[in-house]
C-alpha cells in the first residue's frame, strides 16, 4: 500500500535532533512518507546553537514547487522559517491553496536561548493554519502577554485563535502543573485541556517540533484536529519517556522517536 505523503518546510538541525530531521524521523515512525523544504541551515547540537544560515526565499520556493508537483502530499507543517521573505513564500502557497492540513509551529526561539525566527514572519502564515502549535514563550511574543499559568495559556490560546488559525494548541511543557503537562486546545468553539504525567527528563530537544509534526501525520490520515492533537501529544510523552536516560549529547538530548528504549 502506497504511504501518505507528509511535507516539513523547516531548518535542518545538524545534531538531528529537531527541525527536518526531528520532522522526517516522526513521520517515519508513524507510517508515513516524509518529503521535505528547507529554509535555513544550523550549526547546531544538544547543547545550542552556533550559527544559522537561512536560505534564499527563491531556493524555498523552488523546493516547494518540486515537491508539490510531484508527490500528492497529504498534510503539511512549518517549524522554522527564519525571515519574513521566506513566510512570504511559504504563505504564497498557502494562499494558493498548495498546502493542505496545514500545521505551523511558530519556532521563534531555540531551548538554548538563540533565536531563531521572527515573529512577523510567523504571522504571515497564522492565518492559513488549520492548527497552530506555539509553547508558552511563543504564545507570549505573538500576544505581548506573560504565558506562565495554565489560565494564561487558555487566554492566549483564545486570542490567537481569533486572529486566524482553525484551531490553536499552546503546549505546557514548560509549565509544571501538579505533575502534569497540560496542553490547552481552543477550536471549533470549544476549550480542551489536554492532560499526561510529566516526564522528568533533561532530554526534550525537539519535542515541539516532534509534536506538531506528529498532528500533520494524524490529519493526514483523516482525523479530525481534536484526535490529531491527543494522538500527537501520546506520541511525544512515549518519546519523551523513552530517552530520559539516554546520554546522548552533553546538553538537552533528543527524544526517541523510533520507540527504541
Known sequence: MTPTTVLTIA???SGG?????ADLKVFAALGAYGTSVLTAVTAQNTRGVDAVLPLPPRTVTEQLDSVLG???VRAVKTGMLGNPAVADAVADAARAGRLPHLVVDPVLVATSGHRLGVVEAVERLLPYAEVATPNCAEAAALTGRPVTTVEE?????????????AHVVVTGGDVDAAGESVDVLVGGGATTLLRARRVRTRHSHGTGCSFSAAIAVRLAAGDPVPAAVAAAKEYVTRALTGARDWELGAGRGPLDHFGWS
Open 17 to 21: 535532533g529537531a527541525g527536518i530531521q
Open 70 to 72: 510531484d508527490f500528492r
Open 153 to 165: 495559556m487558555v487566554a492566549a490560546a483564545e486570542a490567537l485563535a481569533a486572529g486566524g488559525p
Open 11 to 13: 531548518g535542518s538541525d
